[in-house]
């Protein structure tokens, strides 16, 4: 997704509300940025690593069989590199 804003005299960028909602990105957040290249990635601090692998857990849930074939398939491509 691509969303376009304008740089004011001070430098200071506004991020687009959508871009916002979709980081979580709440008044007070801290965000970090990082030039990769000729790019610039902006993303959320994370203040509780603990709580944010606790609710990526919530999110992300793989069954016996996907782990199995992932690492599988991690193989295969790591022997074909060797």
Same mark, same amino acid.
Request: charged share 40%.
């Given at each position: 997704?691509?969303?376009?804003?304008?740089?004011?005299?001070?430098?200071?960028?506004?991020?687009?509300?959508?871009?916002?909602?979709?980081?979580? =990105? #709440?008044?007070? %957040?801290?965000?970090?940025? !990082? /030039?990769?290249?000729? *790019?610039?990635? @902006?993303?959320?601090? $994370? +203040?509780?690593? =603990? #709580?944010?692998? %606790?609710?990526?857990?919530? !999110? /992300?849930?793989?069954? *016996?069989?996907? @782990?199995?074939?992932? $690492? +599988?398939?991690?193989?295969?491509?790591?022997?074909?590199?060797?």
């Amino acid at each position: 997704m691509a969303e376009k804003a304008k740089i004011s005299q001070k430098g200071q960028v506004t991020i687009p509300k959508s871009i916002r909602e979709m980081l979580g =990105l #709440e008044p007070g %957040k801290k965000v970090s940025f !990082e /030039v990769i290249g000729k *790019e610039a990635v @902006i993303y959320p601090e $994370i +203040e509780d690593p =603990l #709580e944010e692998l %606790k609710q990526l857990r919530k !999110e /992300v849930r793989f069954d *016996e069989k996907e @782990i199995e074939d992932m $690492i +599988e398939s991690s193989k295969n491509k790591w022997s074909k590199l060797s």
